[in-house]
């Protein structure tokens, strides 16, 4: 097969689980597998491996077969380097990912990104914001992450950060955030902070996942939840607003578990985006959801790999 | 003259002033004039026009002596079409600038972008920014602008907008902003809202140019000066922190004329930016006084010209 017909191996490795796939050169998802992060004691940096290397291998035999390794994986990590410290898998601090795939496939390119610009990515160049030039792509779920595409390449930033949405300030008083911060986005908007605040005004959450349960007692008309979540929207909407005055946005492109929590969470963030974007530039720019679901870190992953320089210009 | 090592003619056009000059491929600001910008019933178009060919006729005789013409001119436009509608120049609405100049200079290249946009280019190229891949400049005044490098290129945006670090908000429920939003930094950091601050805190102005005069008392000691430039600095430093964490910048340079008021603007703005910079990446960004004074608009604006696709890609 020719090199530019092979599939490329993508990765999408998070704390909740690892997923591989086999995405073909015009992005689609071929074979794929998937295992739940381990984590625990025994849930070491060398098991870790091990298992996302015998993941690998139920795909792929050698690397004559693939065009390249693409990975998304949580951070923060070195960039370009791929050295990875997952804030959810403790086990890896510093663990050289790109350089240990790099060894597994030494003839194969090998290029390793954040998972939320991984995302960005993939709704760029085959979701919500095909052809257009300028997006930035959002997964609001446990944190608040994102990527930037501008002028049809994606945005790095100095050492490869660029598209943190989620430490936008959009109340310079606001609650105190994990990064140190204060008044972040993700400080109001995660899932976790968003079932804090609810519990703090009297929601009670049934179970572990309370973000999802808090979305669900909203449908159901429970009043402190549907709040919360107008609360999240409407400092979505600010910061939405703030990096479209700053970067001349085409789309923006919603995707992450708490974005199913659908109108009673977007309309909210539709009505402070509106009050917020003003100028008369911000007015053709359209807030939409991502369109890939689970598979948009995936395809981006690949495209780092299948699009030549423009996700992956180092 | 080989055209490579021809000069190109710059203009900077603002309600207050319209200079040209000529820059040689080096960035070194050659010979130069100014007139006051016309204002006033017999101020219109054609006469504004007249005013301005007559400008560039003291310096140029034809389009064989120079390599292009670079424009700096206030927004709003339409880009890269260059039709100009700006702010401080009500005489000029829907003015064809590009097409004007391009009629002027047949042979040669007529590039035209904001004025705060060829401000960051000028200190990218030959100020606080040299060498760095990753630049926000800015320009506080009367209003407060900017322009964004990323990965070494000027990211203009879908309709060459980007850079309007002047409407990231910074407090929701803040004071209205002119665009129609709300708590924009420039409804709070512009020199004159700035000045209505103060007035309404018992501050009086003697004089016509009361952010200048305000920067000046508080110099002086004046307290509702001082804490009215403590305010701005403050408001400044989270929009650059927001900034910041949405595009991970290497530098930040400050300009415009009230960046002049020194540490009594430029201490709070640090203290507010490293109080709210906390993601690891932020650490190293410099946020640095602008070099180039009242020459980067000029020198940016031959850069449009000069440095081949790096500022003009369209």
Known sequence: MSPRRRPVLALDIGGTKMAAALVDPGGRVGRSRRVPTPHGPRADSASLWRILTRLIGSLVDDDVSIGGVGVGCGGP???PAGEVSPL?????????????LAELFPK?????HND????????????AGRGVHNLLGMVISTGVGGGLVLGNRLVDGASGNAGHIGHVVVDPDGPDCACGGRGCLEAVASGP????????????????NS????????????EVAIRALERAGTALGVAIASATHLCDLDVVAIGGGLSQAGPLLL???EQAFRRHARMDFARDVRVVPAEL??????????????????????
């Open 293 to 314: 679901g689970q598979q948009a870190g995936l395809v981006g992953a690949a495209a780092l790999v299948l699009c030549g320089e423009r996700y992956w210009s180092v």
């Open 88 to 100: 959810n898998i403790p086990a890896w601090r510093g663990f050289p990912l790109r350089a240990r």
């Open 116 to 127: 939320a610009v991984c995302v960005a990515v993939g709704e760029h160049w085959r979701g």
């Open 108 to 112: 194969a390119p090998v290029r390793v």
């Open 193 to 208: 902070r968003l079932a804090v605040w609810a519990q703090e005004q009297g929601w009670h959450a049934a179970t572990g």
């Open 211 to 222: 973000a999802r349960e808090l979305a669900d007692d909203a449908a159901r008309g429970h």
């Open 267 to 269: 309309d909210p963030l």
């Open 77 to 79: 990590m070195t960039w």
